[in-house]
């Protein structure tokens, strides 16, 4: 299985730790979106895409690289993200990515989130949020997560 991470990790490194946690998993490279070789992406069985949470939504970096996709048959992806905060059910941030994927080509198979360290303006003050998340067992379910896709997708890979 031939698998590529996206990430944008901005603010204190949650993000790519956790990236690159799933990426040992999944022996996949963790590549911010400037980096991508799209024809390496093309080529993937399973490609992550994860950010931050900024004001309820993913970084405008990857959002605007997702979008930038030109639409073709693709593999399967996920959608990961760190936050202060649990997704809110009356707005949703994974689902909006997960949707434009989807009309890009890719057949969105899951989500993982976890909490992290937060200093947005009105938590800055007095230190941030949930300091020193991700945690181990943050980390450790990350990994668990890319076990299980691993598991899921396997060898397999799209028709030629």
């Not at 490609?47 to 993913?58: K, N």
């Not at 300091?131 to 890319?146: I, W, Y």
Request: aromatic letters at 10%; one cysteine or more.
């Amino acid at each position: 299985m031939k698998a590529m991470i996206v990430c944008v990790s901005v603010s204190h490194g949650n993000t790519k730790r956790i990236a690159d946690a799933m990426g040992q998993v999944l022996r996949a490279p963790v590549v911010a979106p400037e980096q991508v070789d799209m024809e390496e992406l093309s080529d993937c069985d399973l490609v992550g895409f994860g950010s931050g949470i900024f004001s309820m939504a993913f970084h405008p970096r990857l959002r605007q690289f997702v979008e930038s996709l030109p639409k073709e048959e693709r593999g399967k992806a996920f959608v990961f993200a760190t936050s202060g905060f649990p997704e809110a059910r009356f707005r949703p941030y994974t689902r909006p990515v997960a949707r434009v994927l989807g009309q890009k080509g890719f057949d969105v198979v899951d989500t993982f989130s976890c909490r992290a360290w937060d200093t947005w303006l009105p938590f800055k003050p007095v230190g941030g949020i949930r300091k020193g998340r991700p945690d181990a067992a943050d980390l450790e379910a990350a990994r668990t997560f890319a076990e299980g896709l691993r598991g899921r997708i396997g060898g397999a890979s799209r028709p030629v």
